[in-house]
């Protein structure tokens, strides 16, 4: 009989599509998945069912926290859990980090969570900002306290959680991200043509933003460039970052897509990737352009510098500086020899350190330490 764990995300009917090679570890392993996520059932169904995963839809908003909610999703985790005899939960973001430490005590059971990004709830800035990690604060540090492993992406947010005394120190645990599978997205030729692309979601915290505001200073110089994106919106509905999306694909210069099934087909359309976020845990996004040799633009903040080495294989940025965004997406523009060999640096580094199948040896052997 197959050992069952069960999987929190916010993204539950992509999160096949993200890391098919952790749940074809699992499988391999001896372990069936149940995965739990705020998405309606027949959404999650979509994207899990066909892959033998169950998907329980949460009585829960991705972003929004309701006590009551809470209360009534830790329930259902609860008695799904008896009922599959589900022997591990597991779970992505902070966001559902506390919700799943509390159904995981009250069934008994452990608990890894995984911090692939700190969210809004460290981004958010002034008294805003500081409200909320006041009130929230207080309640993950009493429920994480109960994890059993505390995974990490990168240094900055592990030395944050020790400073705010979240978890415990001996639970904490670093890998690499995500990892990416180079066989998966391989390296393709530079297309001709000044080709700028981004592949998230289309959220404030992203940069998008400051990525549209450069590209208009980019077009001052180079009328012929281009910017595709995509990704699902994500916060910037009704807003002026809409407004300025909106006219530039009506001129012809930009292309979004929206939500898209073929990333590396996406990619290989590019020549150069652009990923302007305000913070990460390690950025999936753009280890797969590194993957396929595109030289990268992003930030110099938690998780984005970790995937860049300033020069080699891309270049950093400041976190909301549209001013410098655009002065590095004019200097690929303008030296297609420091495009290629970045690109080809990029390939490297995801090839030598951000291996998928040696990020998911760690994961699983933790996952069977506790099981």
Known sequence: MAKRIGMLSACAHRLYQYRPELFDALREAGYDVT????EPQELGDKGLAGRGIRYVSLPLERRR??????????ALIVDTVKQENIGLLYSYGIRFAPLTANAAKRAGIPC??????AGSLFITRGAVGKAKRALILPYIRACIGYSSHIVFQNPDDRAMFASLRLGRKESYMSVRGSGVNTGRFPVYPLPEGRVFGYVSRMNPEKGIDELLRAFETVLESYPDARLRLAGPQDGIE????????ERLCSGGSVEYLGEIDDVPGFLRTLR???????????PR???????????????DAPGCKETVTDGYNGLLVPVRDADALAKAMLRFCADDALTADMGANARKTAETVFDVFEVNR???AAVEELY
């Open 35 to 38: 995965v739990f996520g705020p």
């Open 65 to 74: 926290a309701d006590p009551f909610a809470e209360r009534k999703a830790g």
């Open 112 to 117: 890894m969570n995984v911090i692939n990004g």
């Open 238 to 245: 009704g807003t002026g970052t809409e407004t300025r999306l």
């Open 272 to 282: 150069y990737f652009v990923f302007p976020s305000y913070r990460e845990g390690t």
């Open 285 to 299: 996004a753009t280890l797969e352009a590194m993957s396929c040799g595109r030289p990268v633009i992003t930030t």
């Open 362 to 364: 760690t994961l699983i």
